[in-house]
């Protein structure tokens, strides 16, 4: 009997920041492309908006403090009660907001260079957490 190997899971700490990390480079591909069509006539930028879908792949416990309601179908809605993760989903919305430009294209490549700088970041600060992570595992795998 043949056993297949699924996907390796290194725990909860190392899927979110690689979840984090695939967000931040989802991110960055769309911020460069507004860049890049800045000067696109009615160009409409596009927005990730990944952190929080990474937010969502959290579980919450009920709060004891608290009564859940209690739900009999499907068309009742949870009221304090635990939540379940959600799987991790980036989804990229255009924003059709106030044109900025006169040749009706909305990207102000100043604000896009600041979100690009600050993804930048986010993401080398991700990078380094997951590398201390393997890190960690690393050295209790050798002792």
């Known amino acids: ?3 297949v190997m699924g996907d390796i899971s ?3 700490t190392v899927g979110m920041l690689k979840n984090a990390m695939d967000g931040a480079g989802t991110a960055h591909g769309v911020i460069a ?8 006539p009615n160009f409409r930028r596009s927005d990730v908006s990944f952190k929080e879908a990474l937010a969502a792949t959290e579980a919450t416990q009920a709060d004891p403090d608290e009564l859940a309601l209690t ?6 809605f949870d009221v304090g009660g635990a939540q379940a993760p959600e ?3 980036v989804s990229t919305t255009v924003d059709t907001g106030t044109q900025m430009r006169v040749d009706g294209s909305n990207v102000d490549v100043d604000q896009e260079m600041a979100k690009l700088s600050l993804n930048s970041s986010y993401a080398q600060s991700m990078g380094q957490l997951l590398q201390n ?5 690393r050295q209790a795998i050798q002792s």
């Not at 739900?71 to 009742?76: L, M």
């Not at 992570?133 to 595992?137: A, E, T, V």
């Open 71 to 76: 739900t009999a179908s499907d068309r009742h």
């Open 1 to 3: 009997m043949a056993h």
């Open 10 to 12: 290194f725990g909860q």
């Open 133 to 137: 992570q393997y890190s960690r595992l």
């Open 33 to 40: 492309n507004n860049v890049a069509n800045v000067n696109t």
């Open 87 to 89: 799987p991790f989903s």
